[in-house]
Structures are given as C-alpha cells and as structure tokens.
C-alpha cells in the first residue's frame, strides 16, 4: 500500500519525470576484481524516490545510488531488472534475480524465504509542518488543537491514527487527502497544521520545494526497517554487499547519497 501512496504523490509531484515504466540500467562497469560477475537487481520502477524511472527513461533514486556503489566496491556489474513486486520472492528464489533491493521492509514473515542484510535505513513517519509557522508542534501529543492531516486509502499511518480516537479526537480536525502531494500544498498555503506522513515521501518532497516545510525528528506510530533481500544460499553475496554497506556508511557515502535525496542524513538506524 505504501508503494501506492508514493506513485500516486510522485505522479502528481513530476508529471513528465516519470517517462515511461520499464526498460533497464547498467551501471558503469567497474574494475572486475571479482570477475565481474553480473548481479541482477530485482525492483519495482514505481518507487520514487528509491527506485523510478526518469523523464531520460533511466532507472534513477535513492536505492539506486546505493546499489551502484556497492556494486563498484565488491568489483562486479549490477544490472536493474523492474519485476512483478508481488511477485518478488519468487523471483529471487528463482534466480531470476541476485537480490531484491527497493525500500524492502524487514519483517519476520520474509526472513522465513530471504537472506537480508542488515537494516540500513528506519521506514518511519514523522509530522511535517510549514516552515515558520507552527512552531509549537513538536510530537504527536502537540497536536491537539491542530487541523491535521494524512493520506487516505487505508495506509499503516492512517490505521494507526483511526485506532487511537484519544490522540485525534483532540485535534481541531482530522483531514484525510486521495495523495500527499495535495496535503502538502494545503500545508504550505496554511489550510491545515501538519501532515504524518512516510518521512522517504515527505522529505523528497521538501527536496523538490525548498524552504517550504520543516520535517520534526520523532517517530509517528509503527516503524520498520529497509534491507537487501538475498537467496536463502546466496550467504556469500550478501556478505560482500553488506561489506560494502558498512564501508559506505563509515566512510561518509552513504550519507552523502542520502542527502542528494533527501536533503538530510537518514540512514541512522534505531536499534530493535
């Protein structure tokens, strides 16, 4: 569901970013230190902003960078191949791909069939409010009193809202939009308070406008955690890519790639 929500933000968001729904990317071939094996990448194209394809019909986004690199550092070639996402785990089992790689929560039912690395990024959410105004607004509690907002469709944060009538029975209002992207312009022209919403979606949208809203650094609801999804067997590969994750997040990469996205580092990990 979540992945809906974000096409449907993203489509609104870049009408003519998304040119096209298929094809694939190859990295730039780097120094075959391990013979230069090809490694499949398996996603959904329709993931912005972790994995999307462009306005040039070039795979791009966040999940993107982060496989490319990790790719020039084990010394093989990393092919992006769009799949059937509902269709994932078979996909990977089949080995018709190498490993799963596109904002793939970690979760319990999946360990039973995929290998994982270990978590690299929190999928969370968090309250967005417009830049200057609001100042009060600082966690769920600070929200009574305030015209608040999310996306409708039946969504993990919708849910968990609807379930706690204590917390939104004491906000001014509580609005729900058909997509995120009409929230947030209801946000910056001052019709509503806050937004809670997937931080990913929220803070690629203060990428694309600027000093518009101001993201609050504390956790709304569930969580869960992104990793790279591997054979059950494949214990060798994912011992190299997640090599290569560790040496990108001490060495400052990952950080760097996470800023071109999001315009903040959040690739800290909250510990379990």
């Not at 793939?104 to 968090?126: A, Q, V, W």
């Not at 100042?135 to 015209?147: F, H, N, R, S």
């Not at 809670?196 to 569930?222: F, S």
């Not at 190299?240 to 990469?253: C, H």
Request: proline residues 3%; aromatic residues 8%; contains cysteine.
């Amino acid at each position: 569901m979540k992945r809906i929500l974000a096409i449907c933000m993203m489509l609104a968001l870049a009408v003519g970013m998304l040119a096209g729904c298929g094809g694939e990317q190859k990295a730039a071939a780097p120094e075959k230190k391990d013979g230069g094996k090809k490694i499949i990448l398996g996603l959904d194209d329709n993931f912005p902003p972790m994995g999307f394809v462009d306005s040039n019909n070039k795979i791009v986004g966040f999940d993107i960078d982060l496989a490319t690199e990790a790719a020039k550092r084990i010394g093989g070639q990393v092919e992006f191949k769009p799949i059937d996402w509902a269709s994932k785990e078979a996909e990977l089992k089949s080995g018709r791909v190498d490993m799963l790689w596109n904002g793939l929560d970690i979760t319990p039912k999946r360990k039973e069939n995929i290998l994982f690395s270990d978590p690299y990024m929190n999928n969370r959410f968090i309250i967005f409010r417009a830049a200057g105004k609001n100042q009060d607004i600082k966690d769920e509690a600070t929200l009574a009193g305030k015209v608040v907002a999310t996306q409708s469709g039946g969504g993990t944060i919708e849910d968990y809202l609807d379930g706690k009538p204590e917390v939104t029975g004491k906000f001014k209002e509580f609005k729900k939009y058909a997509d995120y992207m009409s929230a947030f312009m209801d946000l910056e022209n001052g019709r509503i308070d806050a937004v809670v919403c997937d931080e990913i979606i929220g803070r690629y949208y203060m990428q694309k406008h600027p000093n518009k809203l101001e993201a609050i650094d504390v956790t709304v609801g569930p969580s869960a955690q992104f990793g790279v999804g591997f054979r059950k067997d494949d214990k060798e590969l994912r011992d190299k890519v997640q090599k290569a994750l560790d040496e990108m997040r001490k060495d400052g990469t990952m950080a760097k790639i996470s800023e071109k996205w999001f315009g903040a580092d959040i690739t800290k990990i909250d510990k379990k």
